[in-house]
């Protein structure tokens, strides 16, 4: 399940543009207000954003280009404007598709699904190294130091996760919606057990970490060793 954040000022339009879009399926979050919505998107970690641009706080595009700066999640913008010097614009900044007002919760899911399916590709595509981490999700092979990693599906997934945003930290909670596919929460012992298993196969405690390294009470980060 798709987790989404709305920045939307407009209560109408974000209270039926949320309803169509969780009847389509997707976790919806929002916000009423620019930096509502930066705080949403650091803290949350959304897999997309639907970004109004006539927000009351700041232009969409200063917002646009501020997340950016933190991020690189994908960006449908929704605005009223359809000059074609505005959409080049939008897109020299960062965005990854966008939507002329007014559209229905309909034309808006099929965008997501379109830009997250491209995403998708793009990240499931690409290996990913770590110092001295390889990760290749087209063969399902990680190898440290050269060496193969004998890596449990669920492993592998959480390896590949975390490597492919190095020396972020990443909750509990975020791993358990993207890893174990379980959007609302769950037990958190699960990740904590398979992070130990993890460890042991990197060669590594949580006492004497090298890649894994737990930030207390926040999440854990894969870094490279110095």
Known sequence: MPNLLLIEDD???RT??????????????SA????????????????????????????GLDLLRMLRAV?????????ARDG?????????????????????????????????????????????TVGGLR????????????APLDLSPREFDLLHYLAARPGEVVSKRE?????????YGGADKTVD???SWLRRKLGETSAEPRYLQTVRGVGVRLAVPS
Do not use: C, N
């Open 71 to 79: 991020s690189r999640v994908p960006v449908i913008v929704a605005t």
């Open 84 to 128: 074609e010097a505005q959409m080049v614009e939008l897109l020299d900044a960062g965005a990854d598709d966008y939507v002329v007002k007014p559209f229905s919760a309909a034309q808006i899911d099929a965008r997501v699904r379109a830009v997250l399916r491209r995403s998708g590709e793009s990240r499931a595509d690409s290996s990913v």
């Open 193 to 195: 057990v398979h992070l």
């Open 32 to 59: 009423p207000a620019a930096l509502d919505g930066l705080r949403l998107a650091v803290e949350e970690r959304p897999d997309l954003i639907v970004l109004d641009l006539g927000l009351p706080d700041m232009d």
């Open 16 to 29: 039926s543009l949320t309803r169509g879009l969780r009847d389509r399926g997707h976790a919806v979050s």
């Open 175 to 183: 791993l358990l919606t993207h890893v174990w596919q379980i959007p």
């Open 11 to 13: 209560p109408a339009i």
């Open 135 to 146: 990760i290749d999700p087209r063969s399902r092979e990680a190898t440290l130091d050269g």
